[in-house]
């Protein structure tokens, strides 16, 4: 079993990436904002997948966590509807393996996932 | 003896038509006020604000946090700060020479460095002693000055601010993630708006997870009670009105959203004056209005900030001298506005109803209970009219503030138990038996108080909110 | 944040503020007439009871039907919310599972499912999605042709087809765009930019440049074309009034568009200045060195306008030559500090080394801090 941590607060997108990780083979736990998401990313997941604007932070903040603090690193997929060039510059310098945007395939993002995860 | 009955008998003619007038100007904000939030509900396009925050058109702002003793809790305000959902924007704490532990905090929490900051000082203000940056977040300011008081922190702030657009708010204000985008949007939309004003409300009471609101509800205290319904009052159909009018004088303090070049050009936040909020906007307005200029000074409906209220009456009550001295010391410096056709709505409505019915209210309406028992005794009326009459009067302002509950009651963020909507209506009965009167004693008292205590804040704002 | 509110809530606070301002109405009638005497105490003494008594009922209705509206709407939204979140699993397990949806008719719910869905997938999902909504899409037209809706109707409508970003629902959108009233003209020129493609964009052109929008949102709505936006601020330079070219010219920086930056050229000897400004930050935007302007460029490093002389400098430095070189260096002495800054700034994109120099040994001592302030941040 290969646990992702879903880091996103929509409900449709939330749905979507449940349904479509979960046919792919993962075990899907979802975070609704910024406090869950924090506790939560002290756990071992195979990936993250994140959105930039949770309630109550911001996930690049929660990036930060991730790759300064607890010195994991973890494949991450950010998947917003941010578009401009500072926020995917900031993520990148942050460390992401994906920077997708919103509307997203299902199935790209799928495709790309399998190949972080398999390489670890 | 006749000539003083005559007398006696003008002042309550003249106090009755002072009244019908004042409850004929507040039916009018309630009417425009309320037509203007529903409008406004009904009209956003949700789709839009989302569209607004994920592409490349938006304006840049710069917050400006004026604070002073607030070690336990300014780690925590900043970071909610900078947890906002807004592509671009810095944020820029002035401490205003704080005598307990802020800047330390905030060095180790942020990992503050001291930079030699080069910029242009625009403004003047007390001496700044160091600039510094943060090494994990970099749109992250923090400015150490010489102590000169909020207007003048906040001058300093203007001053080092690199964006087109800038926020004030207390270093307390909760800021809804979307309060940047939300009250941003109306300046991308319209060149012409120059400053816009949120609504505040209590965050007393309310459940709150790392800046985020998460449930409400009624706080404890009576008092606090009665401001939440005080300030749906104030902002759904005071401020909402004279918005809908055209002639908005008043934008809090706890958040605040205007152009930045407008704001130098005036020559910034006054220093000498406890309104700086209410005498900037003025002080645009004037401007504009005085070059002939199109502009808009707006308020939005949405409830973007919270703020803690006092929650005791000490507290109360010098907040409150704060603010109606603060009114007069700006209704003063532009009495020259008072009546003046140059100043369209502002001079010849807004300004005359703000001293007549505002600055002035608490004088008439406290030398009315005074001199009740002394009509009485004098049987220049009947004790059952008297009765009737002063009910009438609570009754009308009960109405109007069970309207506000009523417009509260429209937010998706509202008080959700039917028993607080209840107790909230309640309230409002209370609040024209008591509470009003109390605190119109207190405007009475600041009235006299306004020459001698000039510019001064008072404990108050050193204390911060330690009772909290 | 805001409900929308019902009729009915409307109606009923409408009906409370007219009975308050009849009880008060007569109130002042009967006191005036008192105070002149022209009435007995007693009329005065009635009106003043009637009047009390009518402000009781008023008092009482609206507090009855406030508590009444929150219980209501609580719970409506609570099932809402369920109902929403059922349909959105029914879609999505259709969806994934190659399957038809749920046939219609599909209530609100199930539209807002529907509509999140097609706005947060691309691809053939959201091919798939969209054949869906073609079943649905006529009652939103229904809605926009008909003569009696409502404006937050008409606007939800447009919001929808907005979402829905189905070619052939242009057509209804287009007329909106001539509309009398501002805000659905807005709200079609948003609809119509998510919803137009192909030929569809120079009709949308041509509303657009009829319409009259603001600048800010002529900006959004080419921003909203993203790719297909082309041909549009193609129409706005050639055909557009002010409004229309600062927006093209904004746009053509933030979506970099480098295909027309030859176009945009000409625009940096035009007289009005903020359309000098807005050509100049979009070159600046997509990096393109104005070759062959250096002219213009140095002319406007001496322009009487702080902003102008500011963009200019930024502007300069992707010339990246001797000329630009000299000519920001000369900049670093000009009284603005923004201009200094920008020079600083021009300089450290083209040579590091030229700037390291300027901090130590700039005759002025304001650009050799900017230079050194400059440096400093980029270390």
């Not at chain 2, 009576?222 to 104030?234: D, G, P, W």
């Not at chain 2, 934008?251 to 406890?274: H, K």
């Not at chain 3, 409900?3 to 109130?27: H, I, K, Q, S, T």
């Not at chain 3, 002389?309 to 500090?337: I, V, Y």
Request: charged share 25%.
């Amino acid at each position: 079993m290969r646990p992702v941590l879903v880091v996103e607060d929509d409900v449709t997108v939330a749905k979507l990436l449940q349904v479509a990780l979960t046919r792919a083979g993962y075990e899907v736990f979802i975070a609704g904002d910024y406090a869950s998401a924090r506790e939560a990313l002290g756990k071992d997941w195979a990936a993250v997948v994140l959105d930039i604007n949770v309630p109550g932070g911001s996930g690049l903040d929660l990036l930060r966590y991730l790759r300064r603090e607890l010195k994991r690193n973890t494949p991450v997929l950010v998947l917003s509807g941010l578009k401009q060039e500072r926020s995917v510059a900031e993520a990148q310098a942050l460390g992401v393996q994906e920077y997708l945007t919103k509307p997203f395939s299902p199935g790209e993002l799928l495709k790309r996932l399998e190949r972080y995860v398999a390489s670890r | 003896m006749n000539l003083l009955l005559d007398f006696l008998f003008l002042y309550q003619v003249v106090i009755l038509w002072y009244f019908a007038l004042l409850n004929l100007f507040y039916a009018l904000f309630a009417f425009f006020g309320l037509g203007m939030v529903a409008r406004y509900a009904r009209e956003l396009s949700e789709l839009s604000l989302k569209d607004l925050l994920e592409r490349e058109a938006y304006l840049p702002v710069s917050i400006l946090v004026p604070t002073y003793n607030e070690e336990k809790t300014i780690a925590h305000s900043v970071r909610s700060f900078l947890s906002l959902h807004y592509p671009e924007f810095e944020v820029i704490v002035v401490a205003d020479g704080p005598k307990d532990r802020t800047l330390e905090v905030l060095k180790e929490a942020f990992r503050l460095v001291e930079v030699e900051w080069v910029y242009r000082r625009a403004l003047p203000t007390k001496p700044v002693r160091a600039v510094y940056r943060s090494l994990v977040y970099p749109n992250l300011i923090v400015v150490d000055k010489e102590n000169g008081g909020k207007a003048d922190a906040l001058n300093a702030g203007l001053n080092l601010a690199r964006y087109p657009l800038f926020c004030a708010v207390d270093a307390d204000s909760l800021l809804d993630a979307q309060a940047l985008l939300r009250a941003s949007r109306l300046f991308l939309e319209d060149d012409r708006v120059l400053a816009v004003g949120g609504t505040i409300r209590p965050l007393n009471g309310a459940v709150v997870r790392e800046g985020v609101v998460e449930a409400l509800h009624l706080p404890r205290g009576f008092l606090e009670k009665m401001q939440i319904v005080e300030y749906a009052r104030a902002f759904f159909m005071g401020r909402a009105g004279w918005s809908a009018m055209g002639a908005l004088l008043i934008i809090s303090g706890a958040f605040g959203l205007f152009r930045r070049e407008e704001a130098l050009r005036v020559g910034g936040y006054r220093t000498d004056t406890v309104g700086e909020d209410m005498e900037l906007v003025v002080r645009l307005h004037r401007r504009a209005r005085e070059e002939g200029r199109e502009y808009r000074i707006v308020y939005t409906p949405d409830p973007i900030c919270y703020t803690e209220v006092p929650a005791d009456w000490a507290t109360l009550r010098k907040q409150r001298n704060r603010w109606h001295r603060g009114l007069w010391e700006v209704l003063w410096n532009h009495r020259v506005m008072l009546f003046n056709p140059r100043y369209g709505r502002l001079g010849l409505l807004a300004m005359p109803y703000f001293v007549l019915f505002e600055a002035l209210a608490p004088v008439v309406e406290v030398l009315g209970y005074v001199l009740f028992p002394v009509f009485y005794l004098l049987g220049l009326f009947s004790a059952e009219f008297a009765f009737l009459f002063f009910l009438l009067a609570v009754a009308y302002g009960v109405l109007l503030s069970q309207l506000a509950v009523g417009m509260e009651t429209l937010l998706l963020k509202r008080y959700p138990r039917l028993r607080d909507r209840l107790a909230l209506l309640l309230l409002a009965i209370l609040e024209g038996l008591g509470y009003r009167q109390i605190l119109a004693w207190e405007r009475f008292l600041a009235t006299f108080q306004v020459w001698r205590k000039r510019g001064v804040w008072g404990e108050m704002r050193r204390k911060g909110l330690e009772s909290a | 944040m805001w409900r929308r509110g019902e009729r009915l809530y409307a109606l009923l606070v409408v009906l409370v503020v007219l009975l308050e301002a009849l009880a008060l109405g007569g109130l002042v009638v009967a006191f005036s007439g008192r105070i002149f005497n022209l009435l007995g105490s007693p009329v005065a003494y009635r009106a003043l009871f009637q009047a009390l008594v009518l402000t009781g009922l008023a008092l009482t209705f609206l507090s009855a039907y406030i508590l009444l509206y929150h219980a209501y709407t609580a719970s409506k939204e609570r099932l809402d919310r369920k109902a929403y979140e059922d349909w959105l699993a029914r879609f999505t397990e259709a969806l994934f599972n190659e399957e038809p949806p749920p046939p219609p008719p599909w209530p609100r719910p199930a539209l807002e499912a529907l509509l999140n869905l097609r706005e947060m997938l691309k691809g053939e999902f959201s091919e798939r999605i969209a054949d869906w909504l073609r079943q649905v899409y006529p009652h939103w037209i229904r809605l926009l042709k008909s003569r009696w809706a409502s404006r937050p109707a008409r606007l939800e409508a447009l919001d929808a087809l907005a979402q829905a970003r189905l070619p052939e629902t242009l057509e209804a959108i287009l007329p909106y765009l001539s509309h009398r009233d501002p805000v659905l003209r807005l709200g079609a020129a948003r609809a119509g930019a998510r919803v137009a493609r192909g030929e569809g964009l120079g009709r949308l052109a041509a509303a657009l440049l009829e319409a009259g929008l603001p600048r800010g949102a002529l900006l959004e709505v080419l921003l909203l074309l993203e790719e297909r936006a082309t041909p549009v601020v193609e129409a706005f330079l050639s055909r557009g009034g002010r409004e229309e070219v600062w927006a093209a010219l904004e746009a053509i920086g933030r979506l970099k568009l480098v295909a027309l930056a030859e176009r945009v050229l000409p625009f940096l000897d035009h007289p009005d200045p903020e359309l000098k400004a807005a050509a100049m930050r979009a070159l600046y935007r997509m990096r393109y060195p104005p070759k062959g302007y250096e002219g213009l460029l140095l002319a406007a490093l001496k322009d009487q306008q702080e902003f102008l002389r500011a963009h200019a400098a930024r502007l300069m430095a992707l010339l990246g030559n001797e000329l630009a070189q000299r000519a920001l260096w000369k900049a670093l002495s000009d009284p603005s500090f923004y201009v200094r800054r920008a020079a600083a700034e021009g300089l450290l994109l083209m040579n590091r080394g030229f700037l390291a120099r300027a901090a130590e040994g700039h005759p002025d001592p304001f650009g050799r801090a900017m230079a050194q302030q400059v440096l400093r941040v980029a270390a």
